[in-house]
């Protein structure tokens, strides 16, 4: 599976949006970008995924780039429950494909 | 539905001894996982399972036993436990076809601390 790249945190203002960049500069055709996320604790969450167009679901949008390179995903209107930590993994869609998880990022969300 | 739970949520062992972890999910999922979490780090994968009967390694298998006898469970056995696997410990599970992605289902994680 490609490797994905993203700052350690960053933060944004309560009802602002957070947009998390993820650079995945090796990522090949086949591999979908997927996002999840852990809020303090807890099991991770998954979000959303996308192969190339743009997506976007009740939790959230992901922008990936026309040559795949790097994608940005996008919480409307964070709020205070949305700090935590968010992976950004990238892999191949299939039975056997499994997920593993960097670091991520921290956001924050201040009031 | 429950979901997936883990039991217990907390354990001290010492060192030698051996425990294992429950797992059950009600969703009738195929896949079924294990991971653990050191601290400031992301999940590693332990074991996984494709279905009842099937297990394969993951990333980070030493120290560790599975087995999968029906598809709601998926225990995970530590015969001697050592200081190393102090972690947080997350099962999932998924529905996964040929081709497609379904996305996994954690539980709340057991925390274990040997001593």
């Known amino acids: 599976d490609a490797k994905t790249t993203q700052p350690p945190s960053m933060d944004c203002a309560e009802g602002r949006a957070a947009n998390l960049p993820c650079n995945h500069s090796?990522?090949?055709?086949?591999?979908?970008v997927y996002w999840y996320r852990q809020i303090h604790s807890q099991g991770p969450q998954y979000i959303i995924h996308g192969l190339k167009n743009n997506e976007t679901n009740e939790m959230a949008s992901l922008i990936i780039t026309e040559d795949r390179k790097s994608s940005t995903l996008i919480l409307p209107h964070a709020t205070l429950r949305d700090t935590a930590v968010y992976y950004c993994i990238v892999r191949v869609a299939g039975a056997n494909s499994k997920l593993t998880f960097g670091k991520g990022i921290t956001l924050s969300v201040r009031p | 539905n429950a979901g997936v739970t883990q039991t217990p949520k907390f354990r001290i062992l010492k060192i030698g001894q051996s425990m294992t972890l429950q797992c059950t999910q009600d969703?009738?999922?195929?896949?079924m996982y294990w991971y653990r979490q050191d601290p400031g780090m992301g999940l590693k994968l332990i074991y996984y399972?494709?279905?009842?009967?099937?297990?394969d390694k993951g990333e980070v298998p030493n120290g560790y036993n599975v087995s999968r006898s029906t598809t709601e469970d998926f225990p995970l056995r530590l015969e001697l436990a050592a200081p190393s696997q102090t972690s947080v410990y997350f099962c999932?599970?998924?529905?996964?076809?040929?081709?497609?992605?379904?996305?996994?289902?954690f539980g709340p994680g057991t925390r274990l601390t040997v001593l």
């Open positions: 399972s494709v279905g009842a009967g099937i297990t």
């Open positions: 090796t990522i090949s055709g086949n591999e979908y």
């Open positions: 999932a599970s998924s529905y996964s076809t040929s081709g497609g992605y379904n996305e996994q289902f």
């Open positions: 969703m009738n999922h195929n896949y």
